[in-house]
């Protein structure tokens, strides 16, 4: 059973970068064809899909994002990261990582993706 669990800073100065890395167990980021995806809800509002990296490295990204993040992995750590450039309060939000078997680039329910870590508090304020 793959287990994904995202770590990080709970508190951001607006402009600054935010990172978040999502740490696998139970499986390979580098075995078996999945995509690995961050994802974030912020309050009251619905999840978001923010971008996902595949075994082979290959990254896509939602186009509002685009300009301001970048994912990455670390396969000798089993990891990904998520880098979240120029924040603001609006990018306050509780992010998650989890996994799928096809590209999700719109998130109708938490079931289209089989594993999920357990989300973390990110607040941008000074």
Not at 3 to 23: A, K
Not at 45 to 50: A, D, I, S
């Amino acid at each position: 059973q793959v287990q994904l669990r995202e770590s990080g800073p709970g508190l951001v100065p607006p402009s600054q970068t935010l990172s978040l890395t999502c740490t696998v167990s139970g499986g390979s980021i580098t075995t078996s064809y999945y995509y690995w995806s961050w994802l974030r809800q912020p309050p009251g509002k619905g999840l978001e899909w923010m971008g996902s990296i595949t075994l082979g490295g290959s990254v896509y990204y939602s186009p509002p994002l685009r300009s301001r993040t970048s994912i990455s992995r670390d396969t000798s750590k089993n990891q990904f990261t998520l880098q979240l450039t120029s924040v603001t309060p609006e990018d306050t939000a509780v992010y998650y990582c989890a996994r799928s078997q096809i590209l999700i680039v719109k998130v109708t329910t938490r079931a289209d993706f089989g594993s999920w870590g357990q989300g973390t508090q990110v607040t941008v304020s000074s």
